[in-house]
């Protein structure tokens, strides 16, 4: 048998890039291909009495308590999408879109942060925007940069606002305080959001064209909207999941089961909940879990057995040697290899296969990774708007007008790619934003 390991880890990590690359090219998902990579390398490397160090790594990912909340809180975005919920929040929220320009825009904001304060999944709000904000504010006349950038942008914003499914990933991956890192994600959120919304009320009061106010084109013969039932529920939901895990009643994984009794109960009382529309949201879930647990698997194996190699070493000696020993220079260097990642990777992938690289790092440079956590999370804001993979406009493609091509909705997020590299540039510029409960 061939002894991989007398390459040395330098070409031994140049091989397996490229057979991750190799791989990935064919077609084959990053969960089946980190697994095989892994599982090679372990042979090949430290021979076949090694194997069974795969199956402990496979373990000790899939039996974290803490990954409990996981599917919890996908369970609840799923309950959401299939209730009438989010269509009752818009509609209550109209009264702001008739009275300033580009109010529809701010509207579609404004209910982007309530929904991602009550999934953080970003899947199912940036389809809920699309079908509910989109055809509105085209149909008014709004621009369709501003229109198509300001639902697909607002969508993506449940991977920063507690209880953001990224953050709980982080936080597993890091082994720090998933409450810690919703607190300090809380501050940052909301300056990402208001920057979006103080770009679409410049730009609208800038070039009154780009947004008409709807009730300069006359009013429409609408129902009229219960106030109580479109913002009680929602409101209720966030209280009672952000309330406990900030107050420390209940652990993370506590409140997320609050949460999808919660949303379960709202549905129920609007009449809303039956059988089919249970069976569909858990159908949904383990979807979207079983995709989570194969990448975590896979990366879990291919991390724990790429440190056995000494390969957590070799990185770390080799970041610091191109950043010259510079902490900001280091921090910006991951930077850059997270944002190449996150073009062509799915974010599972990124945090789990980079995380347990960086975070010692992180934390020998006397960074706190409570902070790193927030950084990260910001990074992976702009790979979910980026080219050419950005999984938002994905899903905003899934449901807009078949005139609006994958190419156009990618034009219109670059103002917002800008205010969210603008927005991670504060946040390492001045970590106090992200550490303000401290």
């Known amino acids: 048998m061939f002894d991989l390991s007398s390459i040395g880890i330098a070409w031994g990590s140049l091989l397996m890039l490229a057979m991750m690359i190799g791989l990935l090219l064919t077609g084959m998902q ?90 953080g999944v970003i899947g199912g709000e940036t389809v809920l925007l699309g079908i509910l904000a989109l055809p509105q504010m085209l149909r008014l006349g709004y621009d369709r940069k501003l229109a198509i950038g300001t639902t697909c942008a607002g ?65 429409e013969d609408e129902p009229k909207v219960s106030y109580f039932k479109a913002l009680f529920f929602p409101l209720l939901s966030v209280v009672v999941v952000l309330g406990s895990i900030y107050t420390g009643v209940a652990s993370v994984t506590e409140a997320s089961a ?23 949201s858990a159908i949904a879930t383990m979807k979207t879990c079983g995709m989570i647990m194969w990448i975590g698997i896979g990366a879990s194996a291919l991390v724990g057995i790429y440190n056995l190699m000494g390969g957590i070493d070799f990185v770390e000696e080799m970041i610091l040697a191109l950043s010259g020993g510079s902490p900001l220079a280091t921090l910006l260097i991951m930077m850059v290899i997270l944002l190449v990642l996150g073009m062509f990777l799915d974010w599972v992938g990124v945090a789990l296969l980079t995380m347990p690289i960086f975070v010692p790092i992180i934390t020998s440079l006397g960074y706190d990774p409570v902070w790193f956590g927030v950084v990260f999370c910001l990074n992976m804001q702009v790979s979910f708007l980026s080219p050419p993979f950005g999984p938002a406009a994905f899903y905003l493609k899934s449901v807009a007008p078949k005139d609006i091509s994958l190419g156009e909705i990618f034009h219109s997020l670059l103002p917002f790619i800008a205010l969210q590299v603008l927005v991670l540039g504060l946040v390492i510029a001045f970590p106090d934003i992200a550490m303000w409960w401290k």
Request: glycine share 10%; proline share 5%; aromatic share 10%.
């Open 155 to 219: 969508g993506a914003l449940g991977t920063m606002l507690p209880p953001s499914i990224v953050l709980i990933i982080y936080g597993m991956t890091a082994s720090v305080s998933i409450g810690d890192l919703f607190k300090a994600s809380f501050l940052p959120a909301f300056i990402l959001a208001g920057c979006y919304i103080g770009y679409v009320l410049i730009r609208c009061k800038l070039n009154p064209a780009l947004a008409p106010i709807p009730s300069d084109m006359g009013e």
């Open 258 to 280: 609050l949460g999808v009794v919660g949303i379960m109960i709202s549905a129920l009382i609007r009449g809303e909940l039956n059988v089919s529309m249970l069976k569909e």
């Open 30 to 119: 990053l969960a089946f291909v980190t697994g095989f990579v892994a599982i090679f390398f372990t042979y090949a490397w430290f021979g076949p009495d090694a194997l069974p160090l795969i199956a402990s790594r496979t373990y000790s990912f899939a039996s974290g308590y803490v990954f409990l909340a996981v599917p919890m809180f996908v369970l609840m975005a799923a309950l959401l999408d299939r209730s009438g919920i989010a269509r009752d929040l818009f509609d209550a929220m109209k009264s702001v879109g008739r009275k300033v320009r580009g109010g529809v825009a701010v509207q579609t904001l404004l209910v982007a942060v309530l929904l991602a304060s009550m999934s």
